[in-house]
């Protein structure tokens, strides 16, 4: 089984739309939208729900105000400021449990809180791992962690090969968790400086954990200068650019009827493109379609 992310150093780089346009390629793969904060990739493939399961994250703290002395050691003890009186904002919350650790006449207890919800899908392209974090909880990682795992068995029950997985922008945990076990990081970026700060970020983190990267300058034709650039630093660090997207209306059209920009247009300048990353994508690979092999 192979195993693929597609991530970006910063968000509202594109790489949702080539992940969608690559699952619409394989035409039959396991997809993976890990980006569980901001949870997008839905609206391409338009997945139908076969099951979903509550996602429990972080704790809650909570005060038995039958046994509380109102000595105020908690609300003192809080680095977050969550407990006002026999009160505890669930948002400002962060369960680490000191409260109850201070506590001197165990008042005090933190219970797990439903954070989000998993969910496995059916698209047309192939079976889909995916998931919903709440607004304000945390355990992100935890819970990208938990669609990854749920997307390898579902490519061991359907005999696939590869798994597709749209990672977050950025490096943080929830980036970590989508990485780690992967065959491949493709990162996307654009010709900004910005841009391109984020991408040796993002190829940093890849490097770290001796993975195989490789690069989509998407949006290419808007910065040559920088898009030169980028390239001549791949080329200096031996990773290979897949491609380079040029800008194209057809992908907002694509956006806007919530399709795969290679479904949707497939003769266009930005699918003819991806087609070509996708070449580049399954020789890294070393496979030849979402079957298992």
């Not at 990485?179 to 654009?190: F, S, W």
């Not at 956006?255 to 920009?261: H, I, L, R």
């Amino acid at each position: 089984m192979k195993q693929a992310t597609i991530v970006s150093g910063k968000g509202g780089t594109g790489k949702t739309t080539i992940t969608a346009s690559f699952a619409a390629l394989a035409r039959r793969v396991v997809v993976a939208d890990c980006d569980v904060d901001a949870a997008v990739l839905h609206l391409l493939l338009d997945p139908q729900v076969v099951t979903e399961q509550e996602f429990k994250g972080s704790r809650l703290a909570s005060i038995d105000t039958a046994r509380c002395v109102e000595c105020g050691l908690c609300q003192r003890a809080c680095r977050f400021d969550a407990i006002r009186g026999l009160e505890i904002d669930p948002v400002l919350c962060e369960g680490c449990g000191v409260c109850a650790y201070v506590c001197p006449v165990g008042a005090i207890s933190l219970r797990e809180r439903i954070a989000g919800r998993l969910y496995i899908s059916e698209t047309r392209f192939g079976p889909m791992s995916h998931a919903r974090l709440y607004a304000t909880e945390a355990n992100s990682g935890k819970l990208v962690a938990l669609v990854r795992h749920e997307a390898r068995r579902l490519a061991d029950r359907e005999g696939l090969g590869l798994i597709l997985a749209d990672g977050p922008p950025g490096i943080g945990c929830p980036v970590i968790a989508s990485l780690t076990g992967a065959d491949i990081a493709i990162i996307v970026t654009e010709p900004t400086m910005s841009g391109f700060h984020d991408l040796r970020r993002a190829l940093s983190l890849a490097h770290h954990f001796k993975m195989t990267s490789s690069v989509i300058v998407n949006v290419w034709d808007i910065n040559q200068e920088n898009t030169r650039r980028i390239s001549q630093f791949c080329e200096q660090e031996g990773i290979k650019v897949l491609a380079r997207i040029p800008f194209d209306p057809k992908v907002t059209e694509a956006m806007v009827a919530g399709k795969p920009v290679v479904e949707y247009s497939p003769d266009c300048m930005a699918s003819a493109e991806i087609r070509v990353a996708w070449d580049g994508a399954r020789d890294l690979l070393g496979v030849s379609s979402g079957r298992r092999e």
